[in-house]
């Protein structure tokens, strides 16, 4: 689709959806988000900037093919799954950890879980986007 | 393969399977001084405890006589095919196929457990599919081991619906323990269940008939294959089944009148056919055949006598078939044939084969002072001592017998001494490895039948107690019992069987002219087999047509009936209920109404899609009124993103009418709607039904103090339930790599070509 209009606003809205898609992320623990919706506003991201500038400029924006992200979501997935197994707990578990906690915070929260969830981010966002470049590039 | 190869065989790794074999049957011969002092040994170890599955074994009279029969044969016939293979390409493969069989065997006659037993018995098939189609590269070895296979594997899956059957109407797996509650078995709703599905399993393994087509075919396999499965091992398995489930079953009419009538059936038929063969090999795979019915038809009475003449018959059996197998294995060998009428004149040559199988077919055609004198002694006993229909009984072993006769002349008398024939190559005495099977069986014939005392001290008493639980019921054996009906049989046995033998030519064309108008279940089973490959082909033409149209319909089709059925069969009748139903409810779903109506009518594309985005965005809208944000972001992202992949696709697709196409919609409509319909009587119906609250009250609570969340949906996914979400997004990465692969793959030459023509036309 040539129109100017269009990749200019794209230009804009990409980032601004990218931003947001993180933001999705992060907050997914407490409010509504998390790695799937996040990853799927990602996508939609790259879709539009696929649809603006055509899907080679996309791809090389992209740097990474969305196979490579979406299979790297998932072994992100499955080291944060693990993690926990190889300090004896079992697999799965959710590990902790509050940087600076005081009495009335909780500091700042890291969590396997919350690495789990970016590996479901990346999965979403790679597999949506390996679907759609293709179905582009095949018409 | 020359004779040198022969006789050094496969050098010492050959003598291997051999050397394992015979440990194993000396280990099962120590233990027959405990056997016969009435003791059992039973060896428990845990293997699915949740599950009420033990890997148990026990031996008690009935197992280790088996045992012995198949570790010791076993070791001879290992022996023997290792000269007998010598040589031979394959010869590694062939061992471990044998000795991974008799391990199966082995563990099918010791398992105690109703799950280990069928687990051995179908490892038993799996081997002898195996072994029997060993020789691959011939249409009748592949056709023989799939038969084998397909009767025997049908057969196995009944056994197995019968043993869970079994299990659950006994109340344990434990075979020791079921085979002490009779009379609670028998008594119980499910026994003629149990019993029908158990009988299959067992005649399809033991080839009674109507099953018995396929054990002359599965004679493609090397002779020492037909000689250990197919005389004294696997064939005899169901036969075991039966013995081992005597206790607990029998007794009952349906058992008595199944097991005589298909035993007395089996045994008469197979004898008449086994006259007809001109093969040697398959005249003794209906002898086979003739002992197994007998020994069915023996299993079908409870007399100490039946029990006596099953124990006795089922070791004479195997000690002179596996002996006269592996005889004419050597006769195959030397001269290249086993045609009846091409050989004679080999008594010379092949003196101590002759002796052998001589020796082997007078236990056969049951001559004192050998075992099958005996064998057939009791035989007539047992068949007397049936209270009911005892000339019947007796009519039919007479017959058999006599048959038996003819038969053992034919295939140990005629080659050796019969005039000399036109045989392809010059006969030579078999190796000592050959010999050494033949002579150590039919010897064994010989001895047992001189010193019965042996015997049945060691195992035959043992198994009648397995058999009965008492060693009251066992009859003694002995050569000379006084002059008495049996003996009376006996001779008129003999008469019979030498005078068919003497006439054996006129009565063999009498028996062509006769079966021609016989239907031949083989013939019946090919037929069987066509359809069933044809049925197949017209199930994936119907369902699989390689149109999207068809393959949803056929999906939305199932959905429907079995949904349909499930509330026919609950009784499931739609409630509706208004009550609580607020403004914005209505609204949204009449938007979500018209966005379906409008798909379903219009006949543009892009409409089309755009009405269903309606029905999704209403859907999204009954989230967000019912407090599920999550779910409604992402179903308004999935809206959004299905929109861009169809305009994508949509230049591809075809019209939604292509022209000279009949109109699909009413039929869609009609199916489309009772879906709908049938969907929303489910959902009614689980509304109706109060919810259950605990998850969600376990959720709320734990989230926040467990998992540091306060979005419920998104702990579940991350924390509580991971492995699922981990599965979900492998998921997600394998489809989309194969929708991937499937987009960007190369066009067939078909579309192409379809490619190149549009472009010229363009």
Redesign the interface.
Known sequence: MNSIILRAGTRVLVSLLLLFSVYMLLR??????????GG??G??GF?LYA?ACGTKDAREALRLTP?TI??G??GI??AA?LLPGLVGESF?K?L?LFLGATEGS?GL?L?T?LV??I??YL??F???L???F?????? | MNDRAGARGNGPLGLLPATFALLLFAGFFSLVPTIASGEFVRVSLDWAPSMGIEAAFLVDGLSLTFALLISGIGTLVLLYANTYLAGHAHWGRFALFLVAFMLAMLGLVLADDLILLFIFWELTTLTSYLLIGFSHTTEKGRRSALQALFVTGAGALAFLAGLILLGAAAGTARLSEIVGMGDELRAHALYLPILILLLAGAFTKSAQWPFHFWLPNAMAAPTPVSAFLHSATMVKAGVYLLARMHPALSGTDVWFWTLTIAGAVTAVFASVMSLRQSDLKQALAYTTLMALGTLTLFLGQDSGYAMTAFATFLIVHSLYKAALFLAVGAIDHATGTREIGLLGGLGPVMPITALAAAVAALSMAGFPPFLGFIGKELKYAGALAVASVPVLVAGAVLLSNALMLAVAGIVALRPFWGPAGAMPRKPHEAPWQMLAGPVILAALGALFGIYPALLQTSLVTPTVISLTGSADEVKELKLWAGVNLPLLLSIATYVIGIAMYIWRDPLRRALERAFAQVPVLDREYDRFMAGLAGFARWVSATVQTGRLRDYLRVTFVTALTALAAGMLVAGISPQLDFTGLVGTDAAIAAFIVVGALLAAITRVRVAAIAALGVTGIGSALVFISYGAPDVAITQLLVETLVVVLVAAALLQLPLLDAPGESDHRPADAVLAIGVGGAVTVVMLAVLATPLDRRLSTFFEAASWSEAFGRNIVNVILVDFRALDTFGEIAVVVIATLAARALLVAPRTKAETDVGVQKEAAE
């Open positions: 997914g623990h407490n409010q509504p988000g998390g790695g799937f919706i799927l506003t996508a939609t879709v649809i196979e979406a299979m979501g998932l997935a499955l799954a799965f959710g902790w909780k929260p969590s879980v789990f969830d590996g479901v999965v979403v790679g597999g949506t390996t679907l759609v293709a179905l582009e590039e095949a018409v």
